[in-house]
T-cell receptor
Framework: ELKVEQNPLFLSMQEGKNYTIYCNYS?????LYWYRQDPGKSLESLFV?????AVKQEGRLMASLDTKARLSTLHITAAVHDLSATYFC?????????FGKGTSLLVTP | GAVVSQHPSRVICKSGTSVKIECRSL??????MFWYRQFPKQSLMLMAT?????????EQGVEKDKFLINHASLTLSTLTVTSAHPEDSSFYIC?????????????FGPGTRLTVT
């Protein structure tokens, strides 16, 4: 069974700072997804990573995938308050998505 | 991108009653639909997977007689919570995936907040 672990689970950071969220998974995953969830809302797709070495960037967020290490990272550059949300990574075993526990991010002035 | 809708977005029901939640793929044919449940401040937990025209496959620990799933068409799946109890109060999210070879991605609905009183 594909297990997905995220860390940290909680992250409070100042505006303007950089930080990285880590996502480890236990077995081979066809794809690795990153989602954002705002309170009371459903999931918003951020990135889909398909292959080893994949790197995708959108605004202040950059995601990467290392399939050999079974590790994906979500890097936040110069954080702003609007990035406050919960971020989930999910591995795709080809059957369904297995989600990490999520990282609750709070960006403070 | 592909759009998935859910109805209703919020529902409050009394203990012992049944509630039906609809999940529709609006602009693509969803051969597979997934139902997730999310408790406050927790992650999404897969409840069941349904393929159009087939019986749903339930995850371990999910009562199939309590959570009835029907996927009668390529654009509609329904989840019926029968004899609801307060502990069934949760955020229910569906997702849909197209046929193999069309798109591998799952598209998520906006969720349904169920409160059982």
């Amino acid at each position: 069974e594909l297990k997905v672990e995220q860390n940290p689970l909680f992250l409070s950071m100042q505006e303007g700072k950089n930080y990285t969220i880590y996502c480890n998974y236990s077995t081979t995953s066809d794809r690795l997804y990153w989602y954002r969830q705002d309170p009371g809302k459903s999931l918003e797709s951020l990135f889909v990573l398909l292959s080893n070495g994949a790197v995708k960037q959108e605004g202040r967020l950059m995601a990467s995938l290392d399939t050999k290490a079974r590790l994906s990272t979500l890097h936040i550059t110069a954080a702003v308050h609007d990035l406050s949300a919960t971020y989930f990574c999910a591995g795709d075993s080809g059957y369904a998505l297995n989600f990490g526990k999520g990282t609750s991010l709070l960006v403070t002035p | 991108g592909a759009v998935v809708s859910q109805h209703p977005s919020r529902v409050i029901c009394k203990s012992g009653t049944s509630v039906k939640i609809e999940c529709r793929s609006l602009d693509f044919q969803a051969t597979t639909m997934f139902w997730y449940r999310q408790f406050p401040k927790q992650s999404l937990m897969l409840m069941a997977t349904s393929n159009e025209g087939s019986k749903a496959t339930y995850e371990q620990g999910v009562e199939k007689d309590k959570f009835l799933i029907n996927h009668a068409s390529l654009t509609l799946s329904t989840l019926t919570v029968t004899s609801a109890h307060p502990e069934d109060s949760s955020f229910y999210i569906c997702s849909a995936r197209g046929a193999p070879g069309t798109s591998y991605e799952q598209y998520f609905g906006p969720g349904t907040r169920l409160t059982v009183t």
